[in-house]
Structure formats: structure tokens, C-alpha cells
């Protein structure tokens, strides 16, 4: 009897044992794309670069309303939640399961750290975090939890970045770590477009630019905002044969650039989102697009007489925006045609039934159908006698 209460007890201690301290071997943590997820006001898809860090993910960072997180819950196994530490660590290159390059060289920055209560426990990290750790690579705080600002996302980056997520006991990594390098970090806008041109018509404006050389764009968004007549600039083509204005040519206003619209468009702002938005009347697929057509403006359609700043901006494929273009400023004007410019100068020609009808009275209209049908008639039926020999 003793011998097996003696085993009760060895077996007891052992199961006490194991519940209090795990050995470190068992210790791990996975991560995989079930697991790793960017949240977003709008979602994007492996062909837009999910996982890639642009600067509209690192400004969503500050939107409190809807904020742009990085979503971690990781598989744990054999943690002990009174000793362990969860933490996530990120570096361009680096390897931070090392502890000096944690703590020594401030190669490795960390970005989140909970206590770990149970297996795929959430963790929020914002992308601003992320790159303002790999702003400062050798910074000797090591702690990037929440110390971006807005300036952060202004910063010129294209870097690969990797995530470790580790368990830790007294600074020391415990067990296998899971390590996260399908992410990379691009806040480098391109380049505003260059060359802009905005041609007027009837209820309409055809902005043309230079095309661009750049491989990493993928089109153009053009903006459009009505704006007083006062601001615009003198056409320094009125006048001149072919150009927009001039004789044979579309009417309305076109010059080199506007005067100070005191508008929302303006060379070189960067456009918030609501802006952009609200602004957009236009888009360019490609990254050789070099013209546009707008038939709308701020939501409703372009009126003649009216006047109208517009500015377009490159867009990169991971959905960097770059700063605004000059801005330019048209007045669509009524097309005029031919016909109707010789009519109003008083021409009365115009031949066949048309010019008749401008010159008779209905009852001749009726005489002359009738006569014109019944020689239809005639013509017809001698077709088909002929036909018949």
C-alpha cells in the first residue's frame, strides 16, 4: 500500500511540475497568413500588396474612427502565462531572436508586448510604430510602442521588414519563435506628373501631361474643382490659328496655370483622403496614359461658362499617391459648329429637302413627298418590269 501512495506522490510532484514550469523545448510559436492579417478601413486584395506597409496604412495609423492595425494572434504552446512575455519585434534585416541585436546595437526595434493569457490572443500593432522603428535602426530605445507621430509617415522608406514573435522569460527567448518576412514597408510616393495641359470643349475638359517613364506606376487621378472666374490667369493663345479659342478651333479659356485658387487644389499638397474623394473626376489606367476626359466635376456635371481648377497625381501599384501637379484652369465653353456659325450669320443655303422645307409652306412639303414617291414608284416598277425580260 505504501508503495503505491509513494508512486501517488511522485506522480502528483511530476504533474506539479509540468503545470508550473514547462520545459523551454515545448515552447513555440506560429504564425501564418490565417493568423497575420493588416485590418483596413478598405480592404485589399494579394494583387494590390496586402501585406505591404504604404502611406495611407501608416496615416491610418492616427484615424480614430476607423484606424489601419496590424493583427497578430499567433498559435502558442507550452507558455507559462506567470513567467512569459509575448513580444513582437521588427527589423529590416536583423535577426531578433539575438539578444544583442535587441538590446546591444538597437538593430531590432520592439513594436508590441502583452502577457500571454491563452493561444491566439490578439495583438494591435500600428504601422506608424513599424516604420518609425526602422527610421531609427540604431536608436538606443528599443521600445516603439506608440512613439510615431504623423511626421513618421513623411519619411522617404522602401525597405523588407520582418516580424518576430517570440515568448520571452527574463529577456531570454524561450522555445521556437515564428518569424514573419512577407511584409515590406513603401511610403516612397512617386513623382507629381509633369507637362499638364487642360483643352476645353461643350461640357467638358480633355487635360493631357507628359507620360511617364516610371515602372512602378500604374495611373493617373485627375481632380477637378469649380472655382471663381476671378482667379483665372489671361490666355496667352487667344487669337492664335489652331489654338483653343481661335478661329476653327474648341472655345473657351486655357492658360499655363491659374492664379492663387485659394481652393482646395494647389501644386504640391498632398490630398487627404476625404479630399481626394470628394475632388476625383477622372482616372488614367497605365503608367504611359497621358489624357484624360472629364465630364464631372465634384459630383456633378461640368457646365459651360463656368470655371475650373484641376491637378492630377501619380499613383505607384502599392497605392502611394504623390503630391499634387500644377494647377491648371479651364472654362468649357459651347461648341459652335459649321452649320450653325453660317446660319447665324445669316446664310439661308443648305440644298436637298432641308434648305426646301426652311423656304415652303407645309402644303408644299405634302405636294412635293407625294411627288417624290410617286417617282419612286415609277422607278421601281421599271426595275421590275426590266427584270422580267
Not at 121 to 150: G, K
Not at 199 to 228: M, Y
Request: overall charge negative; aromatic content about 6%; charged content about 20%.
Amino acid at each position: 500500500m505504501s508503495v503505491i501512495l509513494r508512486s501517488l506522490v511522485r506522480l502528483s510532484v511530476l504533474c506539479a511540475l509540468l503545470l508550473v514550469a514547462p520545459p523551454s523545448h515545448a515552447q513555440s510559436v506560429e504564425v501564418s497568413p490565417a493568423t497575420f492579417k493588416i485590418l483596413r478601413e478598405v480592404p485589399r486584395s494579394a494583387a494590390q500588396f496586402q501585406y505591404t506597409l504604404n502611406y495611407s496604412d501608416c496615416m491610418g495609423s492616427f484615424n480614430e474612427a476607423s484606424p489601419t492595425v496590424i493583427q497578430i494572434k499567433p498559435v502558442l504552446k507550452g507558455f507559462d502565462r506567470r513567467k512569459s512575455s509575448l513580444e513582437v519585434w521588427v527589423a529590416a534585416s536583423q535577426d531578433c531572436t539575438k539578444e544583442d541585436q535587441r538590446k546591444v546595437t538597437g538593430s531590432c526595434g520592439m513594436v508590441a508586448t502583452v502577457s500571454p493569457q491563452a493561444t491566439g490572443q490578439e495583438i494591435r500593432i500600428r504601422p506608424a510604430d513599424v516604420i518609425e522603428a526602422l527610421r531609427n535602426p540604431n536608436s538606443s530605445d528599443t521600445d516603439f510602442r506608440d512613439t510615431a507621430t504623423p511626421e513618421t509617415c513623411e519619411s522617404d522608406i522602401t525597405s523588407a521588414v520582418r516580424f518576430y514573435i517570440m515568448l520571452l522569460e527574463g529577456g531570454q527567448v524561450q522555445g521556437s519563435s515564428a518569424t514573419w518576412d512577407k511584409s515590406e514597408v513603401d511610403i516612397s510616393p512617386p513623382s507629381p506628373a509633369t507637362g499638364l495641359k487642360v483643352n476645353p470643349g461643350d461640357k467638358a475638359l480633355f487635360p493631357t501631361w507628359d507620360a511617364s517613364d516610371a515602372v512602378d506606376l500604374q495611373g493617373f487621378r485627375v481632380f477637378c474643382e469649380r472655382i471663381s472666374c476671378d482667379v483665372m490667369m489671361p490666355d496667352p493663345m487667344a487669337g492664335m490659328a489652331g489654338a483653343p479659342g481661335a478661329a476653327g478651333a474648341p472655345s473657351g479659356s486655357f492658360g499655363p496655370s491659374c492664379l492663387d485658387t485659394t481652393g482646395v487644389l494647389q501644386p504640391r499638397k498632398r490630398l487627404t483622403a476625404q479630399e481626394s474623394e470628394r475632388y476625383r473626376c477622372a482616372y488614367a489606367q497605365g503608367r504611359f496614359a497621358a489624357s484624360a476626359q472629364v465630364f464631372e466635376a465634384e459630383g456633378e456635371p461640368i457646365e459651360n461658362d463656368a470655371c475650373y481648377a484641376i491637378a492630377l497625381s501619380g499613383l505607384d501599384l502599392v497605392l502611394n499617391e504623390s503630391v499634387l501637379s500644377d494647377v491648371m484652369c479651364a472654362t468649357p465653353k459651347e461648341v459652335t459648329t459649321f452649320f450653325e456659325g453660317y446660319r447665324e450669320a445669316g446664310g439661308k443655303g443648305g440644298g436637298g429637302l432641308c434648305g426646301i422645307a426652311r423656304e415652303r409652306s407645309p402644303a408644299h412639303i405634302f405636294s412635293l413627298t407625294l411627288l417624290l414617291g410617286g417617282a419612286l414608284f415609277v422607278a421601281r416598277r421599271a426595275r421590275q418590269l426590266g427584270g422580267r425580260k
